[in-house]
Nanobody
Framework: QVQLVESGGGSVQTGDSLRLSCAAS????????MGWFRQAPGREREFVAG????????NYADSVKGRFTISRDNAKNTVYLQMNSLKPEDTAVYYC?????????????????WGRGTQVTVSS
């Protein structure tokens, strides 16, 4: 079983950048396809980005495409989410999640392991 811990959240202004990290322990991160999700107040948790086990394929929600980049360093057991050109509507708690499959999917029910989240707040 893998444990996931997110970090890197904070309070920024519109147009700023943040890089989130998700550190894995317990098992090698290379065993899992990984995803980032987010949940804003009063809204359901939604898919943001995903990456295959090898890192060879990525997938993004339309709302972040071109602004966010997911990447992974399996040697460091860490997944990243680089967020540029942040907007107030990006304000949410961001979660990383892992699934024991090579493939990226967008439904949260298909992910087996979750971190506790990190808050991102973007002010105008």
């Amino acid at each position: 079983q893998v444990q996931l811990v997110e970090s890197g959240g904070g309070s920024v202004q519109t147009g700023d950048s943040l890089r989130l990290s998700c550190a894995a322990s317990g098992r090698a991160l290379s065993s899992y396809a990984m995803g980032w999700f987010r949940q804003a107040p009063g809204r359901e948790r939604e898919f943001v980005a995903g990456i295959t086990r090898s890192g060879g394929f990525t997938n993004y929600a339309d709302s972040v495409k071109g602004r966010f980049t997911i990447s992974r360093d399996n040697a460091k057991n860490t997944v990243y989410l680089q967020m540029n050109s942040l907007k107030p509507e990006d304000t949410a708690v961001y979660y990383c999640a892992g699934r024991g499959s090579p493939f990226v999917v967008t439904l949260e029910r298909d992910y087996d392991y979750w971190g506790r989240g990190t808050q991102v707040t973007v002010s105008s």
